[in-house]
């Protein structure tokens, strides 16, 4: 029996995709937790996406206590099973009144993962709606053909570096995954999805935490070179990945320092073709 998903939940998940909304944590504390956003902005002078955009739970305690919340792991474990690997995570925001959006993509396209079995949680930190530029996505996209055929079409406001841009979606058949501070969607990484601009007077901030069962391996990365992630729940006794550190404090700059070389080298191979050269920004 699932931990805090219906059956109809799971079902929902596996056949369409996706699912919203789930309560992690209290509008209050999302709140908090943007507050924690913003100091490190302030301190860095960047937006949070700029610089924690790949392993962004590495340098802070209070991410990596976020990665493993149980309301967000029950949900999870519910669609992938016991044991749960987080090998990424990454803030993506808009900024009040921010014509910046997100054209229909997969993430499959960025990933590079096999089987391409990621569930990646999005949890809100401030609301996300249709005005502010929700994630939208088109159900059932991820089954069949999971990786569809795409246009590069540059825009200096499509967060997709390269324009990457999935032709004649169905529009009219989105869901927009509406969210409060504190609550989470789950989508499947090959699930056409995108974002409008944000027309509201605030800021849209989420984080995105991808999941996988340790019979996921990264392409490209053999026994003796093995990509990193955090075993969050369960055992993995199965060796694909290198288990990351916990950090020992609030915040570890060496962590911070090593999250961007990895996110550098992961995205030097990106640019060598193993997979594309940067993660999906929704």
Same mark, same amino acid.
């Given at each position: 029996?699932?931990?805090?998903?219906?059956?109809?939940?799971?079902?929902?998940?596996?056949?369409?995709?996706?699912?919203?909304?789930?309560?992690?944590?209290?509008?209050?504390?999302?709140?908090?937790?943007?507050?924690?956003? *913003?100091?490190?902005?302030? *301190?860095?002078?960047?937006?949070?996406?700029?610089?924690?955009?790949?392993?962004?739970?590495?340098? /802070?305690?209070? +991410?990596?206590?976020?990665?493993?919340?149980?309301?967000?792991?029950?949900?999870?474990?519910?669609?992938?099973?016991?044991?749960? +690997?987080?090998?990424?995570?990454? /803030?993506?925001?808009?900024?009040?009144? %921010?014509?910046?959006?997100?054209?229909?993509?997969? %993430? @499959?396209?960025?990933?590079?993962? %096999?089987?391409?079995?990621?569930?990646?949680?999005?949890?809100? /930190?401030?609301? @996300?709606?249709?005005?502010?530029?929700?994630?939208?996505?088109?159900?059932?996209?991820?089954?069949?053909?999971? @990786?569809?055929?795409?246009?590069?079409?540059?825009?200096?406001?499509?967060?997709?570096?390269?324009?990457?841009?999935?032709?004649?979606?169905?529009?009219?058949?989105?869901?927009?995954?509406?969210?409060?501070?504190?609550?989470?969607?789950?989508?499947?990484?090959?699930?056409?999805?995108?974002?409008?601009?944000?027309?509201?007077?605030?800021?849209?901030?989420?984080?995105?935490?991808?999941?996988?069962?340790?019979?996921?391996?990264?392409?490209?990365?053999?026994? =003796?070179?093995?990509?990193?992630?955090? +075993?969050?729940? =369960?055992?993995?006794? +199965?060796?694909?990945?290198?288990? *990351?550190?916990?950090?020992?404090?609030? /915040?570890?700059?060496?962590?911070?320092?090593?999250?961007?070389?990895?996110?550098?080298?992961?995205?030097?191979?990106?640019?060598?073709?193993?997979?594309?050269?940067?993660?999906?920004?929704?």
């Amino acid at each position: 029996m699932p931990k805090v998903l219906t059956p109809e939940q799971v079902d929902h998940y596996k056949t369409q995709g996706y699912l919203f909304p789930v309560r992690a944590m209290s509008e209050a504390d999302a709140t908090a937790a943007t507050v924690k956003v *913003e100091e490190f902005e302030a *301190e860095y002078e960047c937006e949070a996406q700029q610089r924690l955009v790949f392993k962004a739970h590495l340098p /802070f305690r209070w +991410l990596n206590d976020i990665v493993r919340h149980p309301g967000i792991l029950d949900a999870v474990e519910d669609v992938l099973g016991p044991n749960l +690997l987080c090998w990424g995570t990454g /803030f993506f925001q808009k900024n009040a009144r %921010d014509p910046r959006f997100v054209s229909w993509h997969q %993430d @499959s396209y960025y990933y590079g993962l %096999d089987p391409s079995e990621t569930c990646t949680a999005w949890l809100a /930190f401030t609301p @996300s709606n249709l005005k502010s530029g929700c994630v939208r996505v088109i159900p059932g996209s991820h089954r069949g053909d999971k @990786s569809l055929s795409f246009a590069s079409e540059p825009d200096k406001d499509n967060l997709l570096i390269r324009g990457q841009t999935i032709k004649d979606v169905e529009v009219d058949k989105a869901v927009p995954m509406v969210l409060q501070p504190g609550e989470f969607s789950l989508h499947h990484e090959a699930i056409v999805h995108g974002s409008d601009p944000n027309n509201s007077d605030h800021r849209r901030i989420g984080l995105s935490i991808h999941y996988i069962s340790p019979d996921v391996k990264r392409v490209g990365y053999n026994k =003796g070179d093995l990509p990193g992630a955090s +075993l969050v729940r =369960g055992v993995d006794k +199965l060796g694909n990945w290198a288990h *990351e550190a916990e950090p020992a404090g609030e /915040f570890d700059p060496e962590a911070l320092e090593t999250m961007d070389r990895m996110r550098a080298e992961f995205f030097q191979r990106g640019r060598e073709g193993e997979f594309a050269d940067k993660p999906a920004r929704t």
